[in-house]
Nanobody, 124 residues
Framework: QLQASGGGLVQAGGSLRLSCAAS????????MGWFQQAPGKEREFVAA????????NYANSVKGRFTISRDNAKNTVYLQMNSLKPEDTAVYYC???????????????????WGQGTLVTVSS
């Protein structure tokens, strides 16, 4: 099970930190990802992190602004979002990649388990 939290309303240029708490399988045994889905749009890849946390991957649109990290002792993955823009407004989902068939995958189909999503709204 994945439980995402930390969304909210923030002004452009502000910051938010999303959290995703995992339960069930051994957290350090699988990769994690964050995706976003804006109103009327398809779900898009945001960031991914390896099991150890040593490797990461980002969408070009968030590079330099967002940071994905994980604390395997707390079974939690984070998404630190800085310099937020109105176009970052979306529901953000965390997802678990149990198989790691494609490491740091950008396609949602590579992820087996999804959280419920947390809404981020960035006002201009």
């Amino acid at each position: 099970q994945l439980q995402a939290s930390g969304g909210g309303l923030v002004q452009a240029g502000g910051s938010l930190r999303l959290s995703c708490a995992a339960s069930g399988r051994t957290f350090s045994s699988y990769g994690m990802g964050w995706f976003q889905q804006a109103p009327g749009k398809e779900r898009e890849f945001v960031a991914a992190i390896s099991r150890s946390g040593l490797s990461t991957n980002y969408a070009n649109s968030v590079k330099g602004r967002f940071t994905i990290s994980r604390d395997n002792a707390k079974n939690t993955v984070y998404l630190q979002m800085n310099s937020l823009k109105p176009e970052d407004t979306a529901v953000y989902y965390c997802a678990a990649d149990y198989s790691a068939r494609v490491p740091l995958a950008v396609r949602g189909s590579e992820y087996e388990l999804w959280g419920q999503g947390t809404l981020v709204t960035v006002s201009s």
